[in-house]
Nanobody, 124 residues
Framework: ELYPVESGGGSVQAGGTMTVSCKVD????????LAWFRQAPGKAREGVAA???????KYADSVKDRFTLSRDNGGKTAYLQMNSLKSEDTAMYYC??????????????????WGQGTQVTVSS
């Protein structure tokens, strides 16, 4: 089993930058696909980005060119750097980890292991 643990959320003003992290203490971290999802109050869960085992990343259109997802295999951690934050980025951010058929942010059902979430609040 995998146990993703998020950290780094908080409050920031619009236009600012924040980085959230996801650590998975798994001996074979290199083989794990990691994805970020978010959910705002009253809204459906939304996929944000996913990083595959080879380091390739896919982004949702809503965050493309603003967010950067990376992974540090030695530190068993993935980092989501969020730039030019907007009020609509306010949400609980969840890290998901697994070894799915397709490493994507488009299908949350492919992920069996989820973190508890970290709140990101962007004030305008």
């Amino acid at each position: 089993e995998l146990y993703p643990v998020e950290s780094g959320g908080g409050s920031v003003q619009a236009g600012g930058t924040m980085t959230v992290s996801c650590k998975v203490d798994e001996w074979d971290f290199r083989s794990v696909c990691l994805a970020w999802f978010r959910q705002a109050p009253g809204k459906a869960r939304e996929g944000v980005a996913a990083i595959d085992t080879d380091g390739s990343v896919k982004y949702a259109d809503s965050v493309k060119d603003r967010f950067t997802l990376s992974r540090d295999n030695g530190g068993k951690t993935a980092y989501l750097q969020m730039n030019s934050l907007k009020s609509e980025d306010t949400a609980m951010y969840y890290c998901a980890a697994d070894r799915p058929f397709s490493c994507t942010y488009r299908d949350a059902g492919q992920y069996s292991y989820w973190g508890q979430g970290t709140q990101v609040t962007v004030s305008s």
